[in-house]
């Protein structure tokens, strides 16, 4: 499943773009789960209620408080793995997006082919972190939780805990399973 967030002060912004990613996943089959933000720093509130929960990023720069830029540097701190897509009107901000190691830089509005060039790169990256990361489900949600933050495992009666410094992700399974997955 694909957790993409869109960051945009402008609400037809963001369901515009969030129209156009479903109808490209849903062509290829991918399950998603989609989620909007109206500024920068309600994403991050929301990431830090929620760590490992988002995949990518699609982020507006010119937005009142704190803009796209200074929102992908917070993030960058508190989220390594995180993926960052910048969706502008303004081409004079691409150089600082190699600063935060931004996936992409795509005008407004997003032409469906760079788009979808950008998904396919997404899921690439994904893909190659499915070996550096351990993935657990707890009903909806999943984490990719990067298999270097790890410090151990618990279980009590099928109840399964992954404790990293930040945060315990608990979940259903085995010992036995987990480090067969490790």
């Given at each position: 499943m694909l957790r993409f967030g869109i960051c945009d002060d402008n609400a037809q912004a963001r369901l515009t773009l969030r129209y156009d990613l479903e109808y490209l996943l849903q062509k290829r089959g991918i399950?998603?789960?989609?989620?909007?933000?109206?500024?920068?720093?309600?994403m991050l509130q929301w990431l830090k209620q929620?760590?490992?929960?988002m995949d990518v990023v699609?982020?507006?720069?010119?937005?009142?408080?704190?803009n796209g830029m200074e929102t992908a540097r917070k993030l960058r701190e508190s989220n390594e793995n995180i993926q960052i897509?910048?969706?502008?009107?303004?081409?004079?901000?691409?150089?600082?997006?190699?600063?935060?190691?931004?996936?992409?830089?795509?005008?407004k509005p997003a032409k469906t082919k760079k788009l979808e060039e950008i998904l396919i790169r997404t899921l690439e990256?994904?893909?190659k972190e499915e070996t550096q990361v351990y993935v657990c489900r707890n009903r909806d949600v999943t984490w990719r939780i990067p298999k270097k933050?790890?410090?151990?495992?618990?279980?009590?009666r099928r109840q399964v805990q992954c404790?990293?410094?930040?945060?315990?992700y608990t979940f259903y399974g085995k010992l036995d399973e987990v480090e067969m997955k490790m």
């Open positions: 399950s998603y789960q989609p989620l909007a933000f109206s500024s920068g720093e309600r929620h760590p490992g929960e699609f982020l507006d720069i010119e937005m009142p408080g704190m897509v910048f969706v502008t009107g303004y081409s004079e901000y691409v150089y600082e997006g190699y600063e935060v190691r931004a996936l992409g830089y795509l005008l990256i994904l893909q933050k790890i410090l151990y495992f618990a279980s009590d404790v990293t410094e930040e945060k315990t």
